[in-house]
């Protein structure tokens, strides 16, 4: 998966050089957080439990039309970042990654120096995390997991030009689904035990981006 995630990032970065061609091309860095609620669920269990998602990134931006040069615009998203889920007894996994994600903007508004744009995304992640140690019935426990992100969501965002510089916040929204592996262990009685099984669930995420190009 790992791997995947890498191909598609390059293919990303090298089809939207080529699609370009002489148009003006915004490059950058983001920052970008947001929070929301979902749930998940274990290999094991017979219904799903509720989670709290709490996200972080810093990445890199590339927007083939940050102003005036096109109605169309493509913005390549490929950052690292965390996202926590809290449960409903307070545990929480806190876990970090890599991901790419594909915006398709329409201009709703433009000219030289501001842009008004709207549009779907698309996003794909991979993730690893675990929780802070905690306790069933006095005995020490700890997840660890591993899963793949697939998202899909909506955004607007307005590309303000100051001198040779484009600040560009976005608000949207992101839907995602995920699945993966986990350990559980549980020290009892001086000895430890673990149990392999997949999870998965899905995540609503409100989001804000702040990108700044060049």
Do not use: H
């Not at 890199?60 to 390549?76: G, H, I, Q, S």
């Amino acid at each position: 998966m790992k791997r995947s995630v890498v191909w598609l990032i390059a293919l990303s970065f090298v089809s939207t050089l080529w699609c370009s061609n002489a148009a003006a091309v915004g490059l950058g860095f983001y920052l970008d957080g947001g929070s929301g609620s979902g749930e998940a669920e274990w290999e094991s269990d017979t219904v799903a439990w509720d989670i709290d998602t709490k996200t972080a990134a810093v990445g890199f931006v590339l927007d083939t039309a940050p102003t005036n040069e096109k109605n169309f615009n493509y913005r390549l998203n490929v950052g690292l970042g965390s996202q926590n889920w809290e449960d409903t007894d307070g545990i929480e996994l806190k876990s970090g990654g890599i991901y790419v994600e594909n915006i398709f903007g329409f201009a709703l508004k433009k000219s030289e120096t501001f842009r008004w744009w709207l549009g779907p995304l698309v996003r794909l992640g991979y993730y690893s995390g675990e929780t802070d140690t905690f306790y069933v019935a006095g005995d020490p426990a700890k997840v660890e997991v591993d899963y793949a992100e697939f998202g899909i969501g909506a955004v607007t965002g307005m590309n303000f030009k100051i001198n040779k510089v484009i600040l560009a916040p976005s608000l949207g929204v992101r839907f995602s689904g995920f699945a993966g592996s986990g350990t559980s262990t549980i020290t009892t009685g001086g000895v430890t035990y673990s149990v392999d099984e997949d999870i998965e669930g899905n995540t609503t995420t409100g989001f804000l981006n702040l990108a700044l190009m060049f």
